[in-house]
C-alpha cells in the first residue's frame, strides 16, 4: 500500500532539496542542510535521528564524511553536499575512468574511517555517497550500528542494505566489516559501470534469483575489467578491511597512470 507523505517545512529550513526514505532535507543556508522526519514530531524516525547524531560524534570530524552540525529539535543539521549524491551525477554525467577510480578509492576510504570508530553503516550505496565542491566523497547516512569496546551494539539505527548490496547469509540482522565491504563492493560496480549490479532484476521481484547469483558467485560482467576482482574479492568477503579495499585500489590507479604515461 503506499503511503501518502505530506510535504512541510521544518523550522529553520528556507528550501526543499530532497526526499530520502524516511527523511526530507531542506536547505537552511549556503553549508548546512536540516534531516527531518516525513511525519512532524514522529518518534520513531527522531529516536533514529538521534542515533545518527550519536554515530557521527562517534566518528568526529573526517574529510570523508559529511559534517556533522548538531541537532534541533526538527532533526540534524549536517554539511551540504552542493553536488548531490554519486548515483544523480552519474545520471546526467560521464566521468573519466580516473574519476571514478577516485571515487572508488574515496568510497573505500570512508568505510576504513567508520570501521575504525567500531561503526557498521549497513548502507554503502551510491546514494549515500555525496559530493562536495571539488568532486570528492562524503559518506552520508548514518543510521546503522555503533559498537562498543567488545563487539556488543551500543546503538542501533535500524538501516540496511537492499539484496544488491547485501551479503548473502542464514541471518539478515548479521551485520559487521565484512558486510559493509560487500555493499561497498556493489557500490564501486555502480561507479565504474554507471548502473546497479543485475539492472535486469528487481529488489523485490527477484530477491531469491539475486541472493542466489552473489551466493554461487554468479556474479555480473564489468567492462572494463578495471576493478573486477577487487569488486569480487569484496562480495565473496576475502578482505579483511576496508582499508585493503583501498590499496589495491590505488595501485589500479597507479597501474593506469603508467599506462598513460608509456603511450605518450
Given at each position: 500500500?503506499?503511503?501518502?507523505?505530506?510535504?512541510?517545512?521544518?523550522?529553520?529550513?528556507?528550501?526543499?532539496?530532497?526526499?530520502?526514505?524516511?527523511?526530507?532535507?531542506?536547505?537552511?543556508?549556503?553549508?548546512?542542510?536540516?534531516?527531518?522526519?516525513?511525519?512532524?514530531?514522529?518518534?520513531?524516525?527522531?529516536?533514529?535521528?538521534?542515533?545518527?547524531?550519536?554515530?557521527?560524534?562517534?566518528?568526529?570530524?573526517?574529510?570523508?564524511?559529511?559534517?556533522?552540525?548538531?541537532?534541533?529539535?526538527?532533526?540534524?543539521?549536517?554539511?551540504?553536499?552542493?553536488?548531490?549524491?554519486?548515483?544523480?551525477?552519474?545520471?546526467?554525467?560521464?566521468?573519466?575512468?580516473?574519476?571514478?577510480?577516485?571515487?572508488?578509492?574515496?568510497?573505500?576510504?570512508?568505510?576504513?574511517?567508520?570501521?575504525?570508530?567500531?561503526?557498521?553503516?549497513?548502507?554503502?550505496?551510491?546514494?549515500?555517497?555525496?559530493?562536495d565542491a571539488e568532486l570528492n566523497i562524503k559518506l552520508c547516512d548514518?543510521?546503522?550500528?555503533?559498537?562498543?569496546?567488545?563487539?556488543?551494539?551500543?546503538?542501533?539505527?535500524?538501516?540496511?542494505?537492499?539484496?544488491?548490496?547485501?551479503?548473502?547469509?542464514?541471518?539478515?540482522?548479521?551485520?559487521?566489516?565484512?558486510?559493509?565491504?560487500?555493499?561497498?563492493?556493489?557500490?564501486?560496480?555502480?561507479?565504474?559501470?554507471?548502473?546497479?549490479?543485475?539492472?535486469?532484476?528487481?529488489?523485490?521481484?527477484?530477491?531469491?534469483?539475486?541472493?542466489?547469483?552473489?551466493?554461487?558467485?554468479?556474479?555480473?560482467?564489468?567492462?572494463?575489467?578495471?576493478?573486477?576482482?577487487?569488486?569480487?574479492?569484496?562480495?565473496?568477503?576475502?578482505?579483511?578491511?576496508?582499508?585493503?579495499?583501498?590499496?589495491?585500489?590505488?595501485?589500479?590507479?597507479?597501474?593506469?597512470?603508467?599506462?598513460s604515461l608509456k603511450r605518450r
Amino acid at each position: 500500500m503506499d503511503v501518502e507523505i505530506t510535504f512541510y517545512l521544518a523550522e529553520g529550513v528556507k528550501k526543499f532539496l530532497a526526499i530520502g526514505s524516511n527523511y526530507f532535507i531542506g536547505i537552511v543556508n549556503d553549508t548546512t542542510v536540516l534531516k527531518y522526519p516525513h511525519v512532524r514530531d514522529d518518534t520513531a524516525s527522531l529516536a533514529a535521528l538521534s542515533v545518527e547524531a550519536r554515530i557521527l560524534k562517534a566518528i568526529g570530524p573526517h574529510h570523508r564524511i559529511i559534517g556533522f552540525k548538531g541537532e534541533t529539535s526538527s532533526g540534524l543539521l549536517l554539511e551540504l553536499a552542493p553536488n548531490g549524491s554519486v548515483q544523480q551525477y552519474l545520471s546526467g554525467n560521464k566521468p573519466t575512468i580516473q574519476q571514478r577510480l577516485r571515487w572508488s578509492s574515496q568510497a573505500a576510504e570512508a568505510t576504513a574511517v567508520v570501521h575504525k570508530k567500531n561503526v557498521i553503516h549497513r548502507d554503502i550505496h551510491v546514494r549515500n555517497l555525496l559530493l562536495d565542491a571539488e568532486l570528492n566523497i562524503k559518506l552520508c547516512d548514518f543510521q546503522g550500528r555503533l559498537l562498543g569496546p567488545d563487539g556488543n551494539t551500543e546503538r542501533e539505527g535500524g538501516s540496511c542494505e537492499n539484496v544488491k548490496s547485501s551479503m548473502p547469509q542464514t541471518d539478515p540482522n548479521i551485520a559487521n566489516q565484512r558486510t559493509d565491504i560487500f555493499a561497498l563492493g556493489s557500490a564501486i560496480y555502480y561507479i565504474l559501470e554507471g548502473h546497479e549490479p543485475f539492472p535486469e532484476l528487481d529488489c523485490v521481484l527477484d530477491e531469491e534469483e539475486i541472493t542466489w547469483r552473489f551466493a554461487s558467485g554468479q556474479f555480473p560482467e564489468l567492462q572494463p575489467f578495471v576493478l573486477r576482482s577487487i569488486i569480487h574479492k569484496c562480495w565473496r568477503g576475502e578482505y579483511g578491511s576496508a582499508e585493503n579495499v583501498m590499496k589495491d585500489i590505488g595501485l589500479c590507479e597507479n597501474d593506469l597512470a603508467n599506462s598513460s604515461l608509456k603511450r605518450r
